[in-house]
């Protein structure tokens, strides 16, 4: 019983972790396009630069984790945990990989995307793998 | 004792720790702080240190003068490379090669880029005379393969533009021939060109550019000096100084106190933060210490009368506090060393000091200095417990040792 707790208080965790991700390029620690910084086209056209295409991926990215969560919530089996745990792991990795490689930041570095964002993104990550892979661990342990 | 087969002294120590998770937890933390802030202290120091040097060394210039106004300007363009444009107000500064001492003087010009867009942000661009440079020529002797011609440019390593390509500054456009490797100073930020593609810019900028630039033709911004060898760098800055009026002079030495004036605050909350923590940890872990030698008085008085000497009690004790050190300190040092390098460009930006990650040597020596005080510590907070325990006696603690 207190086992099941523990991994609904891990599934809200994630829940909270997936709507950190979502929010911090938008809110806590906003990309470029939020602070007014558009790339400029010959034409004059304002369109986002890389760092708002992460953002946009990382909304997505964010939502499942959510997702995940809320099925750790409501159903703890070992065998969900697994899943969820996978699942998590790959998200958390996808997270860190949308700015870093995959889409990327800005390439001059006091953008704040550069100086924030970016960092706040691989921290929560990191957060949201290690969490996978304890659910993983736990499920296996069952 | 002498025919325990499959006994380790790891394996003991291990399970002890195994015991007590929560309490061994809670020590690996305070140990974790301790070594992370310690570390962090040193990794910014050093960062500086090692950066504002290859700055120095990029620049190749033992003084650097600028007109007595701009003293702040100057030192901004070489530990940030914030943008500014400034001139001598007269070519007075051609005195400045014939003091005695000055091996080499050559002049650079300062101007500000105008604001474009993402990719053309406002940068600091370097004119410099070709013909007594010492700052890129020194760099394209170790770059052979390429030559500062009309409209060339080379560029740190933070403008965004690869050679072979162009970039547009005032309406008029530069071909990137090469680029800098990183210094984690202003010369990361900087783009260098020759006197006579500036004038023309200049002379074009108010046609091409939403904003005209004037530059006064024969004026510098600062002059580099290479002094001759053997002499003091401090000694021919005062005699510029004196002998040239509205001059003043830029030294390394100087240029590291004002990044340690930046860092003070920085590097003083960490230490004590570090120290506040190691003053308030060395009693709690000794207590804590007391109180485990207390609850495994029964387990060592019955190694203590299988035959363990007091030795292997005290190195029993000790491999425990040196364990949970050991592995706190790791994972200190190890999440600082992350916090730091994910956000280096933060740092740089907002403590407007030049910072590059240091070396692999002296990040290992950071690591290590704090490491071992980590061990010291616990081996200091281990002393009064290893002292109560190896006094008693094998047969009391079996009869009070707690079960």
């Known amino acids: ?142 | 004792m002498s025919n325990l087969s499959g006994f380790r002294f790891s394996k003991l120590v291990g399970r002890n720790l195994a015991n007590r998770p929560y309490r061994n937890i809670a020590t690996i933390f305070a140990f974790a702080l301790i070594a992370g802030t310690l570390f962090s202290s040193q990794f910014l120091s050093n960062g500086a240190e090692q950066s504002l040097d290859a700055g120095m060394d990029r620049l190749g210039a033992d003084i650097m003068v600028v007109p007595d106004k701009y003293l702040f300007a100057g030192q901004t363009v070489l530990l940030t490379g914030e943008p500014t444009t400034f001139f001598f107000e007269d070519a007075g500064f051609e005195e400045i090669s014939r003091i005695p001492g000055v091996a080499k003087a050559s002049p650079q010009m300062y101007i500000a880029t105008l604001f474009a867009s993402c990719c053309a942000a406002p940068v600091q661009m370097i004119a410099i005379d070709p013909e007594t440079d010492f700052t890129i020529s020194a760099w394209l002797v170790d770059n052979p393969g390429v030559k500062m011609g009309e409209d060339d440019i080379i560029i740190g390593s933070n403008i965004i533009q690869d050679p072979g390509k162009e970039l547009m500054f005032y309406g008029h456009i530069f071909h990137v021939v090469g680029t800098l490797d990183q210094t984690g100073t202003g010369m990361d930020n900087s783009v260098f060109t020759r006197f006579e593609d500036a004038y023309v810019m200049a002379g074009e900028s108010g046609a091409k550019a939403v904003k005209k630039l004037n530059i006064p033709r024969e004026m510098a911004s600062a002059v580099l000096v290479k002094v001759e060898p053997g002499m003091s760098p401090e000694a021919v800055a005062d005699e510029i100084e004196r002998q040239v009026p509205g001059t003043r002079t830029i030294l390394p030495n100087g240029l590291m106190s004002a990044v340690n004036g930046q860092l003070a605050a920085v590097t003083l909350l960490l230490e004590g933060s570090a120290v506040a923590v190691t003053v308030v940890s060395i009693p709690l872990l000794g207590l804590v210490s007391a109180l485990v030698a207390n609850e495994q008085k029964k387990d060592i008085s019955i190694l203590r009368a299988l035959g363990a000497t007091k030795g292997f009690v005290t190195w029993l004790i000790l491999a425990e506090s040196f364990a949970l050190a050991i592995i706190g300190s790791i994972i200190g040092i190890g999440v600082a060393t992350w916090f730091l390098v994910i956000y280096q460009d933060f740092i740089t930006f907002s403590l407007k000091i030049p910072f590059i990650i240091p070396s692999n040597l002296t990040i290992l020596a950071e690591g290590g200095g704090a490491l071992l005080l980590s061990v010291a510590i616990a081996g200091t907070a281990s002393i009064y417990p290893v002292f109560r325990i190896t006094r008693s006696e094998p047969y009391e603690g079996i009869g009070r040792g707690v079960s």
């Open chain 1, 1 to 142: 019983m207190a086992t099941d707790k523990k991994i609904s208080g891990i599934g809200a965790l994630l829940i909270v972790l997936g709507l950190l991700v979502i929010l911090t390029p938008w809110v806590l620690f906003p990309v470029c396009e939020v602070e007014g910084l558009y790339l400029k086209t010959a034409a004059g056209m304002q369109i986002p630069m890389k760092c708002g295409w992460t953002a946009r991926a990382e909304t997505g990215v964010g939502a499942l984790i959510m997702v995940a969560g809320g099925l750790l919530v409501v159903r703890s089996t070992p065998e969900t945990r697994q899943a969820v745990g996978v699942f998590s792991a790959a998200a958390g990795i996808l997270v860190i990989l949308f700015p870093t490689f995959l889409i990327g930041m800005c390439a001059v570095a006091d953008h704040p995307c550069r100086q924030l964002t970016l960092p706040a993104l691989e921290v929560l990550g990191v957060i949201v793998v290690l969490i996978g892979a304890y659910l993983i661990w736990k499920g296996g342990n069952e």
